[in-house]
């Protein structure tokens, strides 16, 4: 039975391992302080296609076949593959991924649609006997999104120190029940679906601070829930919050009564050098969490490296429209507990 | 030659200034820079309407024309003359005359700057 | 009981605005100055050689100036060289002709793939659209005034 401390956290019966990620980025990703990580790049960004919205979908498509490479499945054996980018009727996704021919669900979540994919992917697999392998890919293009909700590319214009970079970047993940013959790896206990908080914040220069709010709501109603602190994670992993948006949690979190302090890590504001590189506060977009839990964090839990993890994508819902009505940014973020888990085999490091 | 380097330092130092106005607008106010180009152009009328800017251009040369502001200047030029040569019909034939040879350039060299080059990414 | 600072849109809204770091005003400023008055410049020099050395009237090197300018900015876009550029100088390639340029040529190579009509046709206008709108109704506006006062004076 549930207690009602408990209303809004989901614990799987049923423990989803993420058997194998793969991610696929772009040049500057590359280029940034985790660039080595990351399976397949592109120094060109184009990916083999002919436009960058076409793009994006074989970035998705390459992450997706390197992570059935990785686990040597064929496509033929995930039974349902959630999918989500930033493209206008997730339409990276749709064109990337059909040809696998796999039962395919679109989502959007902006760039929360990572989490919001293996959360889904979690809850339909322990609901339903059957489901036993599945697959989330999620995606972003810098063109594509530049594109689309801002100016041309080609156009010289500047932008505030607040300003996300939309990442180029792509992340697959395969997750699967059964557990026989599993080597060491990671996966989702916990899950919590996110509220969707509106901070009042219209300014699209400034995501950070639209998500922010969001993912104070889920990380109290995650420990007020759970009744567990921050220190029993080895780290808090944040999606695209940038540097301003991170800055702002900690003040958020510490008015609600926790800190966050050195435990938490935010994919935005880490997967550029912000030194070298411009990227203003940060990276930003669906692939850009999505191809450092692939590359990065899932491997890391897979060896035991970290045990615990609080991962929260962050969602900045809005639409070109939305923006240029002067309609406020509403935030999202949905949360899951992954965690190193034993396997029957250990899993071998990768020659470094 | 004097002469010559004389107006240079006029049109730098006046053009540089009408670009600093708009960038402390676009730093210190919530201005987009689409709406400072719209200002621009119509303030342009405006002074050219007022009787400002042609001895603003005589003193900076391009310093007055080539910011967008020579552009609101020369619109208003083109509907004076109209008037003066068509009478009322000028309202609505000057105001791109003067501004035609602009506009076409642009939207042409625009057109074949598609035809010959291939988007690229940006890059920090 | 006051409101958390997370769920207060109005103390979120004055606390947001009040941290976020504002651009650096003073190098923007001397670089928008530095380029934009170089642009200006080039144009004076280019004036001079219109005149000048090609013997053109005022009216046509002025419109020779501005057609060289157009050109300039548009080719540097097309290799995309001028968003780097426009990066750094902000208003100083914004505000001159330049920027119109740009802002025409961009949404001109990016609109390719939708098609020359309804990509190309219609969308180089989303950026320089509204400049030649709004000049084009202020100059209507000044033209009435101007017209009406014609009539008494």
């Known amino acids: 039975m549930r207690t009602n401390r408990e209303k809004r956290l989901f614990h799987f019966e049923t423990p989803i391992s993420v058997s194998a990620s793969a991610s696929a980025v772009g040049c500057e990703e ?38 059935l490479k990785k686990r040597k499945i064929s496509h033929e054996e995930i039974d349902i593959l959630f999918a989500g980018d930033l493209q206008n009727q997730c339409m990276a996704s749709s064109a990337g991924l059909y040809s696998f021919g796999i039962p395919y669900i679109g989502l959007y979540g902006a760039c929360s649609t990572s989490v919001e994919g293996l959360l889904l992917a979690a809850l339909t697999m322990n609901a339903q006997k059957k489901v036993a392998r599945t697959a989330v890919v999620t995606s972003s293009h810098n063109c594509a999104a530049e594109r689309q909700f801002r100016l041309p590319i080609e156009y010289g214009g500047q932008r505030t120190p607040t300003a996300q970079w939309t990442a180029t970047a792509a992340g697959a993940f395969l997750l699967e029940k059964e557990k026989k013959g599993m080597q060491d790896s990671a996966c989702i206990r916990t899950g919590m679906i996110g509220r969707a908080v509106d901070g009042g914040i219209s300014d699209a220069n400034n995501m950070g601070a639209a998500m922010a709010p969001a ?37 958020l979190c510490r008015d609600v009564g926790f800190s966050l302090l050195d435990r938490h890590f935010d994919c935005g504001a880490n997967l550029y050098d912000l030194q070298k590189q411009d990227a203003h506060a940060g990276g930003s977009g669906c692939g850009c969490i999505a191809s450092m839990l692939a590359a990065y964090f899932v491997p890391k839990l897979s060896r035991g490296e970290h045990r615990r993890l609080l991962v929260l994508a962050t969602g900045a819902l809005m639409s070109p429209s939305s923006i240029q009505q002067g309609g406020s940014i509403i935030g999202i973020a949905p949360a899951i507990v992954m965690e190193y888990e034993k396997g029957e085999k250990k899993r071998a490091r990768p020659d470094s | 030659m004097q002469d010559l380097i004389l107006d240079c330092v006029k049109a730098f130092l006046v053009g540089g200034a009408f670009c600093v106005i708009a960038q402390l607008l676009i730093d210190l106010t919530a201005i987009t820079p689409a709406r400072i180009l719209v200002l621009y152009v119509c303030s342009g009328v405006f002074l050219s309407a007022v009787g400002l800017f042609e001895p603003l251009r005589r003193f900076a040369g391009c310093g007055a024309s080539v910011p967008l502001v020579g552009f609101g200047g020369l619109i208003a030029r083109g509907v004076r003359e109209a008037i003066q040569k068509d009478g009322v019909m000028g309202i609505l034939s000057g105001p791109l005359t003067a501004s035609a040879a ?11 700057a598609a035809v010959f080059f291939k988007g690229k990414p940006k890059k920090l | 009981m006051e409101q958390k600072l997370y769920l207060d849109k109005k103390r979120y809204g004055a606390y947001v605005k009040g941290r976020a770091a504002r651009s650096h005003v003073f190098s923007n400023c001397t670089n928008a100055f530095l380029v934009g008055g170089s642009i200006c410049t080039l144009g004076q020099a280019l004036l001079g050689f219109y005149g000048q050395v090609l013997g053109m009237d005022e009216r046509a090197s002025a419109t020779g100036v501005s057609v060289s300018l157009i050109f300039l900015a548009a080719l540097l876009t097309g290799i995309g060289v001028f968003d780097r550029i426009g ?15 740009n802002a025409v040529t961009s949404p001109a190579i990016d609109t390719r793939s939708e098609g020359w009509v309804m990509g190309v046709g219609a969308k180089i206008f989303t950026v320089a659209g509204p400049v030649i709108l709004y000049g084009t109704l202020s100059g209507v506006l000044y033209g009435t005034v101007y017209y009406i006062l014609s009539l008494f004076l």
Do not use: Q
């Open chain 1, 30 to 67: 590359w280029k940034g302080p985790y660039g080595k990580y990351f399976d397949f790049h592109d120094p060109s960004d184009r990916f083999g296609a002919k436009t960058w919205e076409l793009a994006e979908g074989e970035m998705a498509k390459c992450a997706l076949n390197l992570a």
């Open chain 1, 215 to 251: 993912v104070c709501d889920s990380l109290r109603t995650y420990f007020e829930e759970s009744g567990e602190k921050v220190e029993d994670f080895d780290l808090i992993v944040t999606g695209d919050l940038g540097t301003e948006g991170s800055a702002i949690l900690e003040v």
């Open chain 2, 102 to 112: 602009g506009i076409a350039a642009a939207l042409t060299f625009g057109f074949l």
């Open chain 3, 87 to 101: 990066r750094v100088a902000g208003a100083g390639t914004l505000v001159p002709i330049t920027g119109f340029s």
